[in-house]
């Protein structure tokens, strides 16, 4: 395998980067494409799989920054596609083309998430319904794999994997459709049952089960090479999609058996000395092969999130980071002040006109393309992978519990029509929930669970974290469950053993006071009856909290913003962390045994608060969940 010599820009050694990396690289892509996504050389944007790619880097970025600006982006670009009544400009059903829904990610993030309006998440949720419907009708093999496109009869491509399953999981998480799950584990089956080669264990481009194609072994159905990028995009799909099966559900077994069959595969045919893998796989030192950036950005994506989802064996891990360094040695360059990255063939597929025949010198034959998307993309998401990894030693082996039984309040999903739990849940991403602290808790290594029932030592042995949110009143809940004095001495005597326990409560006209504090004065404090921090409007300034004395707890974020909250009152072993001029406490800590306790009179970190979207930059919210996480964590 050979690198080819780039005359784009002088190459960027890898090195620390403030800020990180894949802001960076998303920065530069938005400013070379700042009003739409158009793709390679195209005039005009239109509904295309590239532009899911992007949406999909670009929320990570957002989830990993709380930078606004990732997610307008995204809003920006979806909306210029998705009309009021939920129709897509530019698609067409009748094309039955799978890459079109790998823009359904982001439809569903922005079905999920609060808009300004009831109408404009209906808008998106009825987007998401129109693609998902394309699949109930996609043509599909006789074994009952979907078809990559209407146009490529019988045939099954390692791309369409990604194109369409991790969208299919989504929804079907959404609706809860257990026949979803079992369709998409359907079309993972197939494609280990069609396309890996028993020798090499890589995976052929694509299979035509008519064998009627040019490209097609008479016997087999495959194509003849192993592509960097189908094999990426498969890789990718599989570990994208296990974010969506139920814990509960065989095919997770059945997907993460298929990805670790797979990364030894990728780790013998990495180069050993650049760390990148080579366009046509299995002939790495064949005359004209070259190191290829898109498909060796995904094997690094797909390696590093499933070591850290323990999926695989964490050695992949120090092979994803091997592979990463290659990657920004061999292909990130500058230019004109920003990031671009080399090195990306810019199309592979098998048939067509002209005929792609899946040839060695077919695949040589497309052109590099700088800053192709289907290399930027995978980019941004090796770098989040990356940046995640280099920080999250501190809740390895821990688990953070976030109680549904005190606070259970419930709804109907906006999906499914099914009753649902809601507000300060992990799952919930409307501005209410905790998704976005709870994914901070997660990129610091700790697992986040729900503790449905009433708190004993054995529901809270297992935890680390245990975390109350807003005990129910009788407005919220006609049935709540108070904090009795069993419950309170479960608690306590855990927090003695060394658990860390967050109580977070609400101004007193929206919260369960009384019993709460009975548990609380167990730890010298007390929610007392009186508010502060009424902002009125978008005064946000009436909200503003200084953090500059809570140090332990916050080293990095320095104001927050925190409104209506309940002050507190202490007694030993609590003592204030943060107070307000006045001398009124807004939040405290206490440590009791070998455990520890943090207290806020109000829940605070919910999405609304968190995610960047409504509050001015300079609160840092996101930051101050961020750095409690860590304090909470750590030893």
């Known amino acids: 395998m050979k690198l080819l010599p780039f005359l784009f820009a002088a190459p960027l050694l890898a090195q620390a980067q403030t800020p ?29 799989y590239e532009q899911g790619l992007m949406n999909r880097a670009l929320e990570r970025v957002w989830q990993r920054s709380g930078n606004p600006k990732y997610y307008s982006y995204i809003k920006k670009n979806i909306d210029q596609f998705v009309n009021a009544d939920g129709s897509i400009r530019t698609y067409k059903m009748e094309d039955y083309n799978l890459d079109n829904l790998a823009v359904g990610h982001a439809v569903l993030l922005l079905a ?56 299919y999981a989504e929804y079907s998480a959404l609706t809860n459709d ?49 592509w960097d990028r189908g094999i990426g995009w498969y890789a990718m799909a599989l570990v994208d999609v296990l974010d969506y099966l139920p814990a509960g ?7 993460i058996k298929d990805i670790q069959r797979l990364a030894p595969v990728l780790a013998k045919y990495q180069d050993a000395k650049t760390g990148t893998w080579s366009l046509v796989m299995g002939q790495e030192a064949r005359k004209g092969n070259y190191a290829e950036a898109s ?118 999903n906006a999906f499914s029509g099914q009753p649902e739990q809601w507000h300060y849940t992990w799952e919930e991403r409307t501005h209410g929930g905790f998704w976005l602290w709870g994914n901070q808790l997660r990129e610091l290594g700790a697992k986040t669970v729900a503790v449905p029932g009433a ?23 006609p049935n709540p469950n108070y904090i009795q004095p069993a419950d309170s001495k479960a608690i306590t005597d855990w927090v003695k053993a060394g658990g860390a326990l967050v109580l977070l409560a609400n101004d007193t006209a929206n919260c369960e006071i009384k019993h709460f504090n009975e548990l609380a004065k167990n ?25 500059t004395g809570g140090r332990v707890v916050f080293p990095q974020a320095k104001t927050a913003y925190v409104k209506e909250l309940s002050v507190l009152g202490l007694q030993a072993p609590a003592k204030p962390l943060v107070s307000n001029a006045g001398g ?36 840092e919210n996101f930051q101050a969940g961020k750095d409690l996480g860590r304090w909470l964590l750590a030893k």
């Open 20 to 48: 990180p990396m894949s802001q960076r690289m998303a920065d530069a892509f938005m400013t070379r494409q700042p009003d739409s996504i158009v793709v390679g050389g195209r005039s005009t944007a239109r509904w295309d």
């Open 112 to 167: 999920q998430v609060s808009q300004g309006s009831a109408a404009d998440q209906a808008k998106y949720r009825a987007a998401a319904a129109t693609l998902r419907k394309q699949l109930d009708t996609q043509p599909r093999t006789k074994a009952g794999g979907f078809w990559h496109k209407q146009k490529y009869t019988n045939q099954m491509w390692l791309d369409g994997l990604y194109m369409a399953e991790p969208f």
């Open 295 to 412: 498909g060796s950005s995904m094997f690094v994506y797909a390696l590093a999130k499933g070591a850290r989802l323990g999926y695989l064996d964490k050695k992949y891990a120090a092979i994803a980071k091997k592979g990463y360094d290659g990657l920004v040695k061999s292909f990130v360059a500058t230019e004109n002040g920003a990031l671009a990255l080399n090195g990306t063939v810019s199309v592979g597929g098998l048939g067509g006109s002209p005929y792609r025949d899946g040839s060695f010198e077919y695949y040589l034959s497309e052109p590099l393309r700088q800053n192709d998307l289907k290399g930027v993309g995978p980019f941004i998401l090796a770098s989040v992978e990356m940046e995640i990894a280099a920080e999250n030693a501190v809740g390895q082996g821990k688990t953070v519990g976030l109680d549904y039984y005190f606070n259970h309040e419930m709804r109907k």
């Open 249 to 255: 559900s065989p095919h997770r077994a059945e997907l």
């Open 523 to 547: 730890f010298g404090i007390q929610f007392t009856d009186k508010s502060i921090n009424m902002v009125q409007g978008s005064q946000f300034e009436q909200g503003r909290v200084d953090l």
């Open 178 to 226: 257990s026949k979803g799950f079992d369709d998409v584990a359907k079309q993972f089956a197939l494609i280990e049952k069609n396309l890996v080669d028993p020798k090499t264990g890589l995976l052929y481009h694509g299979y035509d089960e008519s064998r009627e194609q040019k490209w097609a072994n008479k016997t087999t159905g495959q194509s003849p090479n192993f």
């Open 584 to 619: 009124q406490v807004i939040m405290a800590t206490a440590t009791l045994g070998k455990g520890k306790v943090f207290v806020l009179g109000d829940p605070w970190l919910y999405n609304e608060y968190v995610d960047g979207r409504k509050i001015p930059a300079v609160y």
């Open 455 to 477: 708190p004993t030592a054995a529901t809270l042995k297992p935890l680390s974290v245990y975390i109350i949110v807003d005990p129910d009143t009788k407005k919220e809940n």
